[in-house]
């Protein structure tokens, strides 16, 4: 398979980094974002530009696409100067937004439509995967599709699991998210007590990151919390947005999920409260300010 042309709508926090990758990897990628001053260093680094999404995925054969909200979703996709307007048959389409199982359903079935294929992969790992090329992406939709896209996917990806037709890698990023949202409270929690038991955190994590407590987010979000460092990984704005969309799937399906309700209703607090621009971690905050 020849080096496909790229267009990657969407170059924030983990855009930028897997665009980084794409032009590493010698793929020719244009690009659009919202705010072109926020691109430059994508620029610099050898993608092109395009003033509108649909100059951008005119004439490309893979159109990835990692923005905001699932209204984001709806607008690159679907507006006159959209993605599904101006896309070529054959091409295809990724959505590496965390959004709705449902929207993802609808873009395939009008991508079908026009001839143009599509998978939902969102992606799990943050800004430290997306820079070393480690994400876990989760994906649904046509199978020869993710096989045909799997070359492309390990340029920036290292777990990349086909889940089943579309919709179903939003619904595994939902489970990704739900695990995420206790556990960040359990890592604050833990990282509050030993302040005030008066542990020294650095060996508070030498001892539990590696036992049975460990997980991503106390390996990678628990030293940033100890450096007081609350830059976004993963912005709270976005995380409160996926717990929404989790929530409304689970109500749904009929099941219940107090955990997750609970780390909605904290994060919720901390957006009101002006964290929102934050990453996941500074959830510490509601700890330590009382």
């Given at each position: ?34 705010t ?8 610099a ?32 996709y ?18 590496m ?23 939902d992969?969102p ?24 096989k ?9 990806g ?28 359990g ?23 590696s ?35 989790a ?44």
């Amino acid at each position: 398979m020849g080096k496909e042309k790229i267009a990657f709508i969407g170059t924030g926090v983990m855009g930028s980094s897997i665009v980084k990758h794409l032009v590493n990897a010698n793929y020719e990628v244009t690009i659009f974002t919202r705010t072109k001053e926020k691109a430059e260093s994508v620029i610099a680094h050898g993608a092109k530009w395009a003033d509108t999404v649909g100059q951008a995925v005119k004439e490309a054969d893979l159109i990835f696409t990692m923005v905001g909200y699932p209204t984001d979703v709806e607008e690159v996709y679907y507006t006159e100067n959209g993605i599904l307007a101006n896309a070529k048959k054959g091409s295809v389409l990724i959505d590496m937004t965390t959004s709705s199982p449902e929207l993802a359903k609808r873009i395939a079935a009008d991508g079908e439509l026009r001839g143009i294929d599509s998978i939902d992969a969102p992606v799990s790992g943050g800004d430290v995967g997306a820079q070393n090329g480690t994400l876990s992406i989760m994906c649904g939709g046509n199978e020869q599709t993710f096989k045909r896209l799997l070359p492309i996917f390990e340029v920036f990806g290292k777990q990349i699991v086909y889940q089943g037709d579309a919709g179903a890698g939003q619904h595994t990023k939902m489970c990704n998210q739900i695990a995420i949202s206790t556990n960040m409270i359990g890592v604050c929690e833990a990282l509050a007590y030993g302040k005030a038991a008066g542990l020294d955190a650095e060996t508070i994590l030498q001892s539990i990151s590696s036992g049975a407590a460990g997980s991503w987010s106390l390996s990678n979000l628990a030293p940033r919390i100890i450096k007081e460092d609350f830059e976004p990984g993963f912005f709270v704005k976005h995380f409160l947005k996926d717990m929404n969309i989790a929530l409304s799937e689970a109500e749904l399906m009929g099941i219940s999920l107090p955990g997750l309700q609970m780390a909605r209703d904290m994060y919720d607090k901390l957006v009101e409260e002006g964290y929102g621009e934050n990453g996941t971690q500074v959830l510490y905050k509601r700890y330590i300010e009382k």
